[in-house]
């Protein structure tokens, strides 16, 4: 599914963002990305879907190597690759689901979307993701008239109609309260065991990694320093991942 060797990420040619990262993802696995802000967690996230272009080291998903391939070749691959934000990345003064069915964008001819054109299977495809993610009742109201929490389960649903076979989520949670938090994590899990999809998540909370990841990875100033299940991760993992450097 996804294999990284010897990834490392340099801004402004002395910034160090990911020094010499190798990990191998296999189908199916829900990861968890902990580490303090500034770890290279989000650049980590964009090498995974050729938004970030290495500095050095390969990134293979599914069997294609993104750090070979032309920015044609990249938006191909990222229609089967679905994208959750921290800050939702939606059209606030869309539709619901006008926002949900912009995610079919990569798989159909531009003009299409442009017009505003649907079939009714992309049509059943909303509808379904809609339903999945339990926001279909507000399907036909705008964006702007929600919540921060229905709003991150219409990005879901966004990356649901791609019919993705891999999830990344950049800090989805972050601007979420608690209670919603754990609400779309346990929804991201459902639709991963009900669906199958890979899950690669970065996140904060660690209790949340723990509690639904079957893998986490941990990176300090660029580095990776934890690969392993989640019981592993215990207090002297977390102050090695937490702890301040002076």
């Keep these: 599914m996804i294999q990284v060797e010897g990834l490392s990420v340099t801004f402004g040619g002395n910034v160090q963002a990911l020094s010499g990262i190798d990990f191998t993802v296999g189908d199916g696995e829900f990861i968890c990305v902990l580490g303090r802000s500034g770890a290279g967690k989000s650049t980590l996230i964009r090498c995974l879907n050729g938004l970030q272009r290495p500095s ?18 990249l938006r191909r691959i990222r229609a089967d690759i679905g994208m959750i934000f921290q800050h939702f ?20 001819p531009w003009w299409k979307t442009v017009m505003g054109f649907q079939t009714d299977s992309e049509k059943a495809r ?19 008239e929600l919540s921060g929490g229905q709003k991150q389960r219409v990005a879901v649903a966004r990356a649901l109609v791609q019919e993705p076979f891999l999830l990344l989520g950049d800090e989805p949670v972050a601007s979420l309260d608690p209670g919603t938090s754990e609400r779309l994590f346990q929804k991201l899990k459902d639709l991963h065991d009900n669906r199958g999809i890979t899950m690669f998540i970065n996140v904060h909370d660690v209790t949340l990694a723990k509690r639904y990841a079957n893998r986490i990875l941990a990176l300090k100033d660029g580095a990776l320093i934890f690969d392993g299940p989640p019981e592993a991760f215990d207090e002297e993992a977390y102050r090695e991942t937490y702890a301040t450097t002076t």
């Design 89 to 108: 990345q939606l059209i606030p003064r869309l539709t619901v689901a006008m926002n949900v069915y912009l995610g079919m964008a990569g798989k159909r």
């Design 126 to 144: 909303v509808d379904t993701a809609l339903r999945e993610v339990e926001i279909g009742d507000y399907a036909h109201r705008r964006v702007e």
């Design 56 to 73: 050095a080291g390969i990134v293979t998903v599914n069997g294609e190597t993104l750090t070979s391939k032309t920015e044609q070749d």
